[in-house]
């Protein structure tokens, strides 16, 4: 046995920290409760844990891949370190300002999420270079210095750096970096030429903001989780899933912890990707629910839709513009605050709210038993009958169905005059709802009719509510893949070794310079394949080409996928038949006489995709053995139903169970609605379907 063929995925949640071990292709999960003092304890158990399954030492591991939703929820809690920004004279309050868009256009009473950072936090130096990356007004060092001599004296611990246009010129900004490190040598600096080197200053300033923000938290943690690994023989090398899809260096996270902001969900995507192309599937809504989160991702020709920008915790229904907007490469997704241990109250019109407060692990669901008073989303999946109270999470978790049934009626029930099980109902009413409108919202902003996609949901309550949403999103087809309570960190052990350099340097067609194209992407090419090299040495290498184009005067890009011949022999015809024929696509029509921009280059360079076989679909080959009955309330029909239990691994391929029914094992439930049935395909994913 070889350490190479020893892999340990580490995904930390909300609320669960889940742990995968797969030695030569055998996988072995465990969930454990986040540790939120220090969430590295969580990790070490887990990974004992599974490490005692395997019949293995943690020393034999041979490679950790690891992400986390510690960075965004430092962010959406505000609980990062205290951090300065200096910026541009007459630029102080860009991130406060915003775009002076209105996310909500008739909303006489719509509140803009506050800045990151107050007022009295941000700085401003005189300098300024101009959109061609010319000096207008030089910096002058001594002024530098007494700026930063204000900072030092007010005892900040990060420091934002954050200039105009030096996406085209970073000499100021290295400047005061190198002010800041002589007098404050403790401190941490991030640079927006390094963090985000793009235009628009507002996306740019907030995401550097952002990083320094969170940089001294995951730094540390960081440094934690290596030593602690170290003190338990661990010697392998460790990796960070970042927002993109791909995997970086413990180095690089440290140094670029915004990346990752979304670093769990993509992993999770990266999961469901993977089953896709096993399936063969063009057309695929991904949907990850575990503790605190629910997250919603389109696939399309198993590849999962990227973005630019990324907003974190989005405040107004959904609506683009009323989150923090993060200037990264990243999957695009929706994120909303719609967990297993989500909260729910009733709110001054007397209806039912649910999230984006979550018990978490500390103390949990009321049904946890650990002092929480408040109902959550699991305490009304037990008293519906979802939830075994005896076997949760393998049994290692006991439920108390008396704790849940006293805090909806306490919250919920006298509120509204109504009993246990009905405040059950209207919750879990009201959180499938929430999800399923954001799955609407995601669908139309993408163009994408969900009727025509297939659902893979993952996550430990993920398949507790799936087909409900399936239900209320006219989606036929429901897949649950083995391993879905431990998804994102088996995803994590499927993705590649990437990274995406991207720089902006505006350009339009009628003023094409090849030579300057074809150095730039060289430049990006070299900068996105040495982060690669840093975790992989010997392992091919393909470079993605992507340029970001639009007609002159409009707002905003389309991006433009080119083929490394087509960006290392640039040639402006190429390029525009190229944009008009993915505007064409977009849009219906091209535009005629005006001429097209370019404003954003980039190039990601990654280790080659797992290569995917496709499975042979399973014949029915009869019922699976029903394990037990239970009653379980079914939303469509507002009723209790006797269910059908059977446990997932007595189920054999091609075996079939109609609904109402629960299918168990350790990480997850599946809950069958009446409407629809189930078999076993050869794979082990659960394959839901409407029934008849």
């Known amino acids: 046995m070889t350490q190479n063929a020893i892999r340990l995925g580490v995904d930390i949640g909300g609320t669960f920290t889940d742990v995968v071990l797969e030695v030569n292709g055998n996988p072995y999960s465990t969930k454990v409760l986040t540790t939120y003092a220090a969430p590295e304890n969580a990790i070490i158990d887990g990974m004992h844990q599974v490490c005692t399954k395997a019949g293995i030492a943690p020393s034999d591991i041979g490679q950790i891949i690891h992400g986390t939703t510690l960075a965004t929820n430092a962010l959406i809690e505000r609980r990062g370190a205290k951090t300065a920004l200096i910026t541009t004279q007459g630029f102080r309050d860009v991130i406060e300002m915003r775009t002076e868009s209105r996310f909500e256009q008739y909303d006489l009473n719509l509140n803009l999420p506050e800045p990151l950072l107050p007022r009295q936090s941000r700085f401003t130096v005189p300098e300024r270079v101009d959109a061609r990356g010319a000096v207008l007004i030089p910096l002058d060092r001594a002024t530098v210095e007494e700026v930063v001599d204000q900072i030092a004296e007010a005892g900040y611990d990060s420091v934002a750096i954050g200039l105009m246009h030096s996406y085209l010129n970073g000499d100021h900004e290295r400047l005061v970096a190198e002010v800041?490190?002589?007098?404050?040598?403790?401190?941490?600096?991030?640079?927006?030429?390094?963090?985000?080197?793009?235009?628009?200053?507002?996306?740019?300033?907030?995401?550097?903001?952002?990083?320094?923000?969170?940089?001294?938290?995951?730094?540390?943690?960081?440094?934690?989780?290596?030593?602690?690994?170290?003190?338990?023989?661990?010697?392998?090398?460790?990796?960070?899933?970042?927002?993109?899809?791909?995997?970086?260096?413990?180095?690089?996270?440290?140094?670029?912890?915004?990346?990752?902001?979304?670093?769990?969900?993509?992993?999770?995507?990266?999961?469901?990707?993977?089953?896709?192309?096993r399936y063969g599937l063009d057309k695929v809504l991904s949907f990850d629910m575990g503790g605190t989160t629910a997250k919603i991702c389109l696939i399309k020709d198993q590849t999962p839709k990227t973005s630019r920008v990324f907003e974190v915790a989005r405040t107004y229904r959904f609506k683009k513009g009323s989150g923090m907007p993060i200037s990264i490469p990243v999957i695009d997704m929706v994120e909303i605050g719609a967990g297993g241990g989500s909260l729910a109250h009733v709110d001054s019109m007397r209806q039912i709210r649910v999230g984006p407060e979550s018990a978490g692990s500390e103390p949990g669901p009321a049904c946890y038993g650990r002092g929480g008073n408040k109902p959550a989303v699991t305490d009304a999946d037990l008293v519906l009958g979802k939830l075994d109270p005896d076997n949760f999470a393998g049994g290692s978790i006991q439920l108390e169905t008396a704790s849940s049934e006293g805090a909806l009626s306490s919250v919920l029930g006298e509120v509204l005059d109504m009993d246990a099980a009905t405040a059950a109902f209207g919750l879990a009413e009201v959180v499938d709802e929430n999800m399923a409108n954001a799955a609407r919202v995601h669908a139309v902003e993408n163009g994408e009719d969900l009727s025509e996609y297939t659902m893979i949901a993952f996550g430990g309550a993920a398949p507790l509510h799936a087909g409900r949403l399936c239900e209320k999103l006219?989606?036929?087809?429901?897949?649950?893949?083995?391993?879905?309570?431990?998804?994102?960190?088996?995803?994590?052990?499927?993705?590649?070794?990437?990274?995406?350099?991207?720089?902006?340097?505006?350009?339009?067609?009628?003023?094409?310079?090849?030579?300057?194209?074809?150095?730039?992407?060289?430049?990006?090419?070299?900068?996105?394949?040495?982060?690669?090299?840093?975790?992989?040495?010997?392992?091919?290498?393909?470079?993605?080409?992507?340029?970001?184009?639009?007609?002159?005067?409009?707002?905003?890009?389309?991006?433009?996928?080119?083929?490394?011949?087509?960006?290392?022999?640039?040639?402006?015809?190429?390029?525009?038949?190229?944009?008009?024929?993915?505007?064409?696509?977009?849009?219906?029509?091209?535009?005629?006489?005006?001429?097209?921009?370019?404003?954003?280059?980039?190039?990601?360079?990654?280790?080659?995709?797992?290569?995917?076989?496709?499975?042979?679909?399973?014949?029915?080959?009869?019922?699976?053995?029903?394990?037990?009955?239970?009653?379980?309330?079914?939303?469509?029909?507002?009723?209790?139903?006797?269910?059908?239990?059977?446990?997932?691994?007595?189920?054999?391929?091609?075996?079939?169970?109609?609904?109402?029914?629960?299918?168990?094992?350790?990480?997850?439930?599946?809950?069958?609605?009446?409407?629809?049935?189930?078999?076993?395909?050869?794979?082990?994913?659960?394959?839901?379907?409407?029934?008849?």
């Open 180 to 277: 800041v490190a002589e007098k404050m040598p403790g401190a941490m600096v991030s640079l927006s030429c390094e963090v985000s080197p793009q235009m628009r200053e507002y996306e740019r300033f907030n995401t550097v903001v952002a990083n320094a923000y969170i940089k001294p938290l995951m730094k540390s943690y960081l440094g934690r989780l290596e030593g602690r690994l170290r003190d338990e023989g661990v010697s392998c090398n460790i990796f960070l899933m970042h927002s993109g899809g791909g995997i970086i260096s413990i180095e690089n996270a440290a140094e670029f912890p915004v990346r990752l902001v979304e670093s769990g969900p993509a992993g999770g995507a990266v999961f469901a990707a993977h089953i896709a192309a």
């Open 474 to 692: 006219g989606v036929d087809r429901l897949l649950v893949p083995p391993g879905a309570g431990v998804g994102s960190a088996i995803g994590f052990l499927r993705a590649p070794f990437s990274f995406e350099a991207n720089r902006s340097v505006y350009m339009k067609l009628s003023d094409f310079d090849a030579p300057k194209i074809q150095s730039l992407l060289s430049e990006l090419k070299a900068e996105a394949t040495g982060f690669v090299r840093n975790c992989d040495a010997n392992a091919p290498i393909l470079s993605e080409f992507k340029v970001y184009m639009r007609y002159a005067g409009q707002g905003w890009e389309i991006p433009i996928v080119l083929t490394e011949d087509q960006a290392m022999t640039p040639d402006a015809a190429t390029f525009e038949a190229r944009f008009e024929e993915d505007y064409v696509k977009l849009f219906g029509r091209k535009v005629a006489g005006l001429d097209i921009e370019i404003t954003v280059w980039s190039v990601n360079a990654t280790t080659p995709p797992e290569q995917v076989a496709q499975i042979a679909m399973a014949q029915p080959a009869g019922n699976a053995p029903v394990a037990g009955r239970r009653q379980m309330f079914d939303p469509a029909k507002s009723a209790y139903q006797d269910a059908a239990v059977v446990l997932r691994d007595q189920m054999a391929e091609g075996a079939e169970i109609a609904g109402p029914a629960a299918v168990t094992e350790d990480e997850t439930t599946i809950i069958i609605p009446s409407s629809r049935k189930a078999i076993r395909q050869p794979d082990g994913c659960i394959d839901v379907s409407v029934k008849g």
